[in-house]
């Protein structure tokens, strides 16, 4: 298994692209199963998800022709089989996504429950509720849920708390519903809204994508269509911490800087010089030592609990005592063991965690456990004294293009070693 080794204590300086979201190529993806013609999808980074979302198309039969410049060409009139396996999905929950298209469109579909994973328990029974509301036949038996539907139903869909791909899903299947189907406490991410334009282009009726309340009016059929997909917010968050860990002074281009307000507003307590452009994001910590923050995550538009664990990290070295309460996921502190080893010095009170900041950090041998817990562990590296080890990076290559060479045109010193 490949390793990064990152050498401590350069401040990040520089500028580098931003790539497309992962979270929004991925429903995209899975909505061109919905179309009767042949969607071109730009934009798609160059991340493990992609390949397994394009293993998982392939094994139905889908047809996918993908460029140099990764735009990915699929036609899904060859398909087949209806059927994302458990091998695929373990390695990917997201793969639920392919649920809702396949019953709204072929009738049936059989897909694994994805099952536990390092984050928490992460159930999908609000994908199948929608579902089954909308007038689907769902089993779920031996591990997978088996649904069938002659045409699906709009309804009134009350969603019981914020969920991103089961808005996504019950959205994409709404599409070729009989009827309007209307989505409330529906989360409100831009890459909903991202894959509601992408719909939308291929002759979708939607209204309201971005508020808590969806309006879908369903259509006999979808057309193709050429659709980028938005920048990813996630990926242009981690650099932005990156910088701030190491007092540097770091400009992302290609990216959506609206996207990003919880997180620029908790780098600018944090001590940040940000300044915005409409495509870009520059952050400067004239060479500072970050200040502590209070951060709690929750859906859209506040902060993410997807920059929760590298905020973790700038905090551990950062000058003061810091709050971060996790409230979308349960178990999402994998990285609090590691940082300790590292010399951090955190205390875990349920979905709490207190850090004292300490001047700083030592390498250790770490291991990722998942996809942003890892990040963290790649920014605790960045100003650690010494050679870190990041073992187990497979979770990063899930969700992050090309980090190594990012980090390393920003100056710091990083490399990956085939294990
Ligand atoms: C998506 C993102 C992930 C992000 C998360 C929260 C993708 C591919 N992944 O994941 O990066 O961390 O949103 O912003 O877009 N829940 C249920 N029942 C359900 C569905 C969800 O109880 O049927 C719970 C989950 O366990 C969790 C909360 O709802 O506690 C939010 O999860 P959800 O928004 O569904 O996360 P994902 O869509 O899986």
């Known amino acids: 298994m490949d390793k990064l080794i990152i050498t401590g204590g350069v401040p990040l300086k520089g500028e580098i692209r931003v790539s497309g979201a992962k979270n929004a190529a991925l429903p995209i993806l899975a909505a061109t199963l919905l179309s009767d013609g042949v969607v071109t999808v730009g ?174 009016e369903g259509v006999d059929s979808l057309n193709g269509t050429k659709y980028d997909v938005l920048p990813d917010r996630i990926e242009t968050g981690t650099y932005l911490a990156a910088a701030a860990i190491t007092g540097g002074h770091v400009r992302l281009k290609d990216t959506r800087p609206e996207m990003l307000k919880a997180v620029v507003e908790k780098l600018k307590e944090a001590g940040a010089d940000i300044t915005l452009g409409d495509t870009w994001i520059e952050i400067n910590m004239h060479g500072d030592r970050p200040q502590a923050v209070n951060v709690r995550t929750s859906p859209y538009p506040a902060f993410p609990t997807d920059m929760q664990a590298q905020f973790t990290a700038v905090n551990v070295v950062a000058d003061g005592t810091g709050v971060i309460s996790e409230t979308v996921f349960e178990n999402r502190f994998m990285h609090v063991h590691e940082l300790q080893r590292m010399g951090a010095d955190i205390r875990l009170q349920g979905n709490t965690a207190v850090t004292r900041g300490v001047q700083r950090l030592t390498a250790a041998p770490v291991m990722a456990t998942d996809l942003r817990a890892s990040a963290s562990l790649v920014l605790a590296g960045l100003v650690a004294a010494g050679d870190t080890a990041v073992d187990r990076i497979y979770h990063i290559d899930r969700g992050y293009e090309s980090i190594e060479e990012k980090l390393a045109k920003l100056g710091a010193r990083i490399r990956r070693v085939p294990g």
């Open 43 to 216: 934009n798609i980074p160059h991340l493990h998800d992609i390949t397994t979302t394009m293993e998982l198309l392939g094994r139905m039969g889908v047809e996918l022709v993908v460029d140099e410049r990764m735009n990915i060409e699929v036609d899904s009139s060859s398909i087949k089989d209806f059927y994302a396996p458990y091998e695929l999905v373990k390695t990917m929950r997201a793969s639920i996504l392919v649920l809702g298209p396949l019953v709204s469109r072929f009738g049936e579909a059989l897909v694994s429950l994805p099952g536990g994973c390092a984050i928490g328990s992460r159930p999908v029974n609000l994908h199948i509720q929608g579902l089954s509301k909308m007038g689907a036949d769902i089993k779920v038996e031996k591990g997978f849920i088996r649904a069938k539907a002659k045409k699906l139903k709009g309804t009134r869909l009350i969603m019981d708390l914020v969920t991103v791909t089961g808005t996504e899903n019950l959205m994409m299947a709404a599409t070729l519903a009989k009827g309007t189907t209307t989505i409330e406490n529906a989360a409100r991410e831009p890459e909903v809204v991202d894959l509601a334009n992408c719909l939308t282009a291929m002759g979708a009726h939607i209204d309201g994508a971005g508020t808590d309340t969806i309006l879908i």
